[in-house]
């Protein structure tokens, strides 16, 4: 037998700054937000050890504590946390309608989305050990901890020339670790990445393995490919090894009905975080590929509960 469908009145998808923080807002402007956690409770923070650029924290925090923080935050106003995931969603109509975990039923009045965008990974059971341990998705977040050390680039695209160039101002060398014989960014990151004495392109080369101990990365083995006969394995010592091949947009089951960017970004009315679907908000990297920080989406969430609380509002008129 189905179960009955859940009546409420702003349904909150996913758990990091963005999500969070729209709760601590919609739960204060009384909405009774619930929150569906998805698979990682805590969004992508939760994989980061030392955050040191979240304001209000002098000391630098956690991402874990941190998260925990904001849930603690949000619980204190009376939102409702849950663990599960939206598995399906009808927005043809109104109240929206949510699916959680293949089988619950949710009407919601507003849905504000929050589900991230995932780093990509190269898929290396080295990469997965050292994950946190020197292996990072965000140059921006961990570079600080690298200064005056040497560290690698994986990618070729214009996030990868700019995360070494950022990587360049504090560290010693940065190897940039490209797997075509061409940079795919734009000319003007590519001349910044000549120009930077620091940075060594190594074009043609794949990362077989990250090598080091409980104390970290300590290198990388990259196998050099210059054609099917022409291999050579390379080994460069290294410190921090830092991923820049993209992000997947979690956005698949909500873009039968909300518009998507061709990269699957969702997209936003102007400043605001309105989608095409009326009542349906997005909040967080789901809808933004440029920033993409905890400090961003916290921001975002907090727009996103605001514009969820004006259509509420309206509703009721």
Known sequence: ?????????????????????????????????????????????????????????????????????????????????????????????????????????????????????SAKYLGLPSEEKFRGMGVSACATCDGFFYRGKDVAVVGGGDTACEEATYLAGLCRKVYLIVRKNYLRASKAMQERVFKTENIEVLFEHNTLELTGSDMGVEGARLVYHKGEADEAVKEIKIDGFFLAIGHHPNSEVFSKYVKVDEQGYIVTEGASTRTNVPGVFAAGDIMDPVYRQGIAAAGSGCRAAIDAERYIGELAH
Not at 22 to 48: C, D, E, H, S
């Open 1 to 117: 037998m189905a179960e009955a469908m859940e009546k409420i009145k702003c349904l909150i998808i996913g758990s990091g700054p963005a999500g969070y923080t729209a709760a601590i807002y919609a739960a204060r402007a009384n909405l009774n937000p619930v929150v569906y956690t998805g698979m990682q409770m805590g969004g992508q923070l939760t994989t980061t050890t030392e955050v040191e650029n979240f304001p209000g924290y002098p000391e630098g925090v956690t991402g874990p504590v941190l998260m925990e923080d904001l849930k603690k935050q949000a619980e204190r106003f009376g939102t409702d946390i849950r663990f599960g995931i939206v598995t399906d969603v009808d927005f043809s109509g109104h109240p929206h309608k949510v699916t959680v975990d293949g089988s619950k039923q949710i009407e919601a009045d507003a849905v504000i989305i929050a589900t991230g965008a």
